[in-house]
């Protein structure tokens, strides 16, 4: 992922030496933690599984004084995938601590928890909705044409019942 945490006008890039922190990330049955960090820096993201999945429920940010934990219920964030399977958005995702203002950026996330590959590879992604974009014209046209040929079918039904009616010859 590429990102960067935010406070009014103070911007920090924290993609370019960030790796992962095993000594301080964790994993259960349950829930877990996968800490990236670069000095005393440091992200920690905190997944909780379900019966067929997990989610992202609050990710703690601690870069150079900026700190804030970010909860998935403050911010709507709907980061969770099948077990099995990754969570990627390409798309520029905002995560905001309402409390500090603190605000972690990101784009071009590709996560995976619990299960995973033991070739190091990310199973099956699932797209987030800011990835499918508002492309609507393809929708759009579909419905006129089934709308306009409902019509059409219409229109000749009752054409045709008005030129047939049935009349009896006198004997």
């Not at 992962?20 to 000095?39: P, Q, R």
């Not at 964030?77 to 969570?87: H, Q, V």
């Not at 500090?100 to 995976?112: A, C, K």
């Not at 089934?146 to 004997?171: N, T």
Request: proline content about 1%; glycine content about 8%.
């Amino acid at each position: 992922m590429q990102a960067q945490v935010s406070k009014g006008t103070e911007v920090v890039n924290v993609t370019k030496d960030y790796t992962v922190d095993l000594k301080k990330s964790s994993c259960t049955d349950k829930d877990g933690t996968l800490v990236i960090a670069s000095g005393e820096n440091s992200l920690a993201m905190n997944f909780v599984a379900t019966n067929k999945s997990y989610s992202l429920t609050q990710v703690t940010v601690n870069v150079n004084g900026l700190v804030g934990n970010i909860s998935s219920s403050d911010d709507k964030s709907d980061i969770e995938a099948a077990f099995g399977a990754s969570y990627k958005c390409n798309a520029h995702l905002k995560l905001t601590d309402p409390a500090t203002n603190v605000t972690l950026e990101t784009w071009n996330l590709q996560l995976q928890a619990f299960t995973f590959d033991t070739a190091g590879k990310f199973d099956t992604a699932l797209v987030c909705a800011y990835d499918m974009g508002d492309n609507i014209v393809i929708p759009l046209a579909v419905g006129c044409a089934l709308g306009g040929l409902i019509i059409i079918i219409l229109i000749a039904y009752f054409i045709g019942r008005r030129r047939v009616k049935h009349h009896y010859e006198a004997m």
